[in-house]
Every structure is written in structure tokens, then in C-alpha cells.
């Protein structure tokens, strides 16, 4: 089946500092990715959609130049957290949408983000 | 926006009683998908419904999607503690293209 591997699984970043992770569909090409940000006890909350090539649509209240992603090829989607503060910390998840038989969201397994 | 209301958003019961968690909305939507997290990882897809009226059998989980396309519900039978965890509904949304989660039902099944 559809695997999407999401890395950093964790990751500790300093205050001020900016921290990128990756995510990448191992087996079939992503047309479409999406970011995803959850609160402790909390469902998943949209951040943005990326289409391959086209500038990522942010949800409304998702700064743009505080989360930079990119969407520069079929396999792989980059998120940024710019300049990070505390406030940012929480557990980033992507996942992937391919075409036909592959139309279905496939999930990484998520990237914890503490900044201290 | 379309919403997703998931209820209840917490509940604990003993092993081997039945339980049903609700996912309803206003919208339609062109389908219905079933998750599965653990703490720490993303969530699992379970099942995904596309049909009004349609119902899935996972083992001891039911899984349906009501006629009009705009709610569902998730039946386990005779409950495990393997089965606690917390579980997510979302719509797919063809119009919009992207997936929207219901608030999460957070199981404990306690032997």
C-alpha cells in the first residue's frame, strides 16, 4: 500500500531558530500534500494544501511566512517553522494524495516540535 | 466551512459492552473516512465509506454512512482494551479537495 514517511519524528529546536520537516510518498507520486497541526488531546486542524509546482493554499488564521511550504516535486513536501517560539511546539503530521488508484490520504507518522 | 461534529469526545467503559461514537454535518460529503490514532503516531485509516446507506464490517466494528451522505457512526461490539485509542472521523470534500476531521473520540476500554 501507499506509504508516506514524515521525518523528523521529533525534534528539540531552540527559541528564534527555524526547523524544517520533511515529507516524502515512498511508492506513489503526490499530487497533492497536506499539513496538518494537533494540539495535545485535540483532532487534527488543516494548516495548508500543496499542489506540486503551485503555492500552498493556508487555511484561514495559518501565517504564511511563519509556516513555509514547499511542494517542489511529485515524492516530496517541506514545512518550515520560521523563527520558532514556544507557542509553536506541537505535533506536526502531513499526508499524501496520488491519483487513481492512489486517490486516497495517506499519513505520515508526525513530527513532535518542542522549542525551548 | 464544513464541520464535523464527532461525539461523544470521551468515553470510558468495561470491556465487552457495546459502544457507537456520531459523526454528523450539515454538508455533504462525497466520503467518509474512519482513523485510528495512538499517541505519538498518525492516524491509521479504518475504513472509508462512499456510499449513502452504505455499512462496513471491520471484525467487531460497524462501520455505516447515512443516506444523505452527511453523518456516520462507528459500532464496536463487545469492546477490548486493545481496542482504546483515539478515533477520528473526516469528510472528503471533492469541492474542496482536502479532508476534514471531526473532533476526535478519545476510548478507554478498561478491563
Known amino acids: 500500500g501507499a506509504v508516506v514517511s514524515q521525518h523528523p519524528s521529533r525534534v528539540i529546536c531552540k527559541s528564534g531558530t527555524s526547523v524544517k520537516i520533511e515529507c516524502r510518498s515512498l511508492?506513489?507520486?503526490?499530487?497533492?500534500m497536506f499539513w496538518y497541526r494537533q494540539f495535545p488531546k485535540q483532532s487534527l486542524m488543516l494548516m495548508a494544501t500543496?499542489?506540486?509546482?503551485?503555492?500552498?493554499?493556508?487555511e484561514q488564521g495559518v501565517e504564511k511566512d511563519k509556516f513555509l511550504i514547499n511542494h517542489a516535486s511529485l515524492t516530496l513536501s517541506t514545512l518550515t517553522v520560521t523563527s520558532a517560539h514556544p507557542e509553536d511546539s506541537s505535533f506536526y503530521i502531513c499526508?499524501?494524495?496520488?491519483?487513481?488508484?492512489?486517490?486516497?490520504?495517506?499519513f505520515g507518522s508526525g513530527t513532535r516540535l518542542t522549542v525551548v | 466551512t464544513q464541520l464535523l461534529e464527532q461525539s461523544p469526545q470521551f468515553l470510558s467503559i468495561q470491556e465487552g459492552e457495546n459502544l457507537t461514537v456520531y459523526c454528523n454535518s450539515s454538508s455533504v460529503f462525497s466520503s467518509l473516512q474512519w482513523y485510528r490514532q495512538e499517541p505519538g503516531e498518525g492516524p491509521v485509516l479504518l475504513v472509508t465509506v462512499v456510499t449513502g446507506g452504505e455499512v462496513k464490517k471491520l471484525k467487531r466494528l460497524t462501520f455505516q454512512f447515512g443516506d444523505a451522505r452527511k453523518d456516520s457512526s462507528l459500532h464496536i461490539t463487545a469492546a477490548q482494551p486493545g481496542d482504546t485509542g483515539l478515533y477520528l472521523c473526516a469528510g472528503d470534500s471533492q469541492g474542496a479537495q482536502k479532508l476534514v476531521f471531526g473532533q476526535g473520540t478519545r476510548l478507554t476500554i478498561n478491563p
Open positions: 499526508s499524501a494524495r496520488g491519483t487513481g488508484l492512489n486517490y486516497g490520504y495517506t
Open positions: 511508492d506513489f507520486q503526490a499530487t497533492t
Open positions: 500543496s499542489n506540486e509546482g503551485s503555492k500552498a493554499t493556508y
